[in-house]
């Protein structure tokens, strides 16, 4: 069974703090992504990696950053907290090259930016 | 880019009715369109998917069907229950592309 594992399942931050959201997979997948989940705008992608040390832009990249030193471990990146982050992080896995097939999310970091 | 519509965002039913839930996008390259299904406080979790070349796929209860002319698909629960309330998602990616854009959700309520 694939096991996408979050570092942290809620966190509470201050308007400015930089922030890490840490993301491990165990199943070898080659990409990894981070989305964010707000009700009634469903999971909105913010950024995706097909390769150690690749980063490619979503939807939503700004006021993000990311980091992948090793394959399995994707890491999301506030670097000043805003309250418009406010949010649940997903972040997810897939196998292969072709950039489709079944996403692997794990349980969601759930940002609370005061 | 591509967009993705779903519709509609709340779906009420009674227990052992059917319910259906549809999207359409926007992109015609799109050929992959993956369905979530995410329990309160779980994590999302494919339940089907269908790609470009078929029009039509089963699995027990439930099933997808892909007009690719009207660049719209639909996702069909039939004699529902009550563990089927959760949100659907419905997706549309394209292969290489490694994006997969989301519909917004469809809250489903199944009563028993």
């Known amino acids: 069974d694939v096991k996408v594992t979050q570092s942290s399942r809620y966190l509470v931050k201050r308007t400015g703090e930089k922030v890490f959201l840490e993301c491990v997979q165990d199943?070898?997948?080659?990409?990894m992504f981070w989305y964010r989940q707000d009700p009634g705008l469903g999971l909105r992608l913010i950024y995706f990696?097909?390769?150690?040390?690749?980063?490619e832009k979503g939807d939503i990249p700004e006021g993000y950053s990311v980091s992948r030193e090793k394959k399995e471990r994707f890491s999301l990146i506030l670097e000043s907290a805003s309250t418009n982050q406010t949010s649940m992080y997903l972040c997810?896995?897939?196998?292969?090259?072709?950039?489709?097939?079944?996403?692997?999310f794990g349980e969601g970091s759930r940002l609370t930016v005061l | 880019g591509e967009n993705v519509e779903q519709h509609p965002s709340t779906l009420s039913v009674q227990e052992g009715d059917s319910a259906v839930i549809k999207c359409t996008y926007s992109?015609?390259?799109?050929?992959?369109f993956p369905w979530y299904k995410q329990e309160l406080g779980k994590r999302p979790q494919l339940i089907i998917d269908?790609?470009?070349?078929?029009g039509e796929k089963k699995d027990q209860r439930i099933a997808v069907t892909l007009n690719k002319t009207a660049k719209h698909f639909s996702l069909h629960i039939t004699e529902t229950q009550p563990e089927d309330s959760a949100v659907y998602f419905c997706?549309?990616?394209?292969?290489?592309?490694?994006?997969?854009?989301f519909g917004a959700g469809t809250r489903l309520f199944v009563k028993a």
């Open positions: 990696s097909y390769d150690v040390k690749m980063k």
């Open positions: 997706a549309a990616s394209i292969t290489g592309g490694f994006k997969t854009i």
């Open positions: 269908i790609r470009s070349n078929v």
């Open positions: 997810a896995s897939s196998l292969g090259t072709s950039g489709t097939g079944e996403l692997f």
């Open positions: 199943m070898d997948h080659e990409n």
């Open positions: 992109d015609s390259a799109s050929n992959y």
